[in-house]
């Protein structure tokens, strides 16, 4: 995400660029392991109206979004936890990974299975 981009708060529900499926975004600026460093990807989702099914989530940053079909409740909290991140991964480095980064993760963990 872009630091002048406006995130979408939890419970915000879009649907991503060549998809048919709806996702409520369930988790924001969640730091991921990647090739022995830390990552920051904007959002993780669940199917909607399905939710989390089997712990399973859909990680995606929010230039992946197509459509936004709702946007969330939005609180003081929320936007201190947004500027809480933001500043957390500065001060340590951390970059964004892409989907398809994540995509080539999942891949090599199946191989390794």
């Known amino acids: 995400m872009k630091e002048d981009e406006e995130k979408l708060p939890l419970g915000s529900?879009?649907?991503?660029?060549?998809?048919?499926?709806?996702?409520?975004?369930?988790?924001?600026?969640?730091?991921?392991?990647?090739?022995?460093?830390?990552?920051?990807?904007?959002?993780?989702?669940?199917?909607?109206?399905?939710?989390?099914?089997?712990?399973?989530?859909?990680?995606?940053?929010?230039?992946?979004?197509?459509?936004?079909?709702?946007v969330g409740c939005k609180t003081k909290k929320e936007y201190m936890y947004d500027d809480l991140m933001k500043e957390y991964a500065a001060n340590h480095g951390i970059k964004h990974i892409t989907r398809d980064e994540i995509c080539e993760m999942k891949n090599r963990e199946k191989v390794i299975k």
């Open 13 to 70: 529900v879009v649907r991503l660029q060549e998809g048919s499926h709806e996702f409520m975004i369930v988790q924001r600026l969640v730091l991921l392991p990647f090739d022995n460093e830390t990552r920051l990807i904007d959002y993780g989702g669940c199917m909607f109206p399905e939710g989390v099914i089997g712990g399973n989530l859909v990680y995606f940053n929010h230039e992946d979004i197509d459509q936004v079909q709702f």
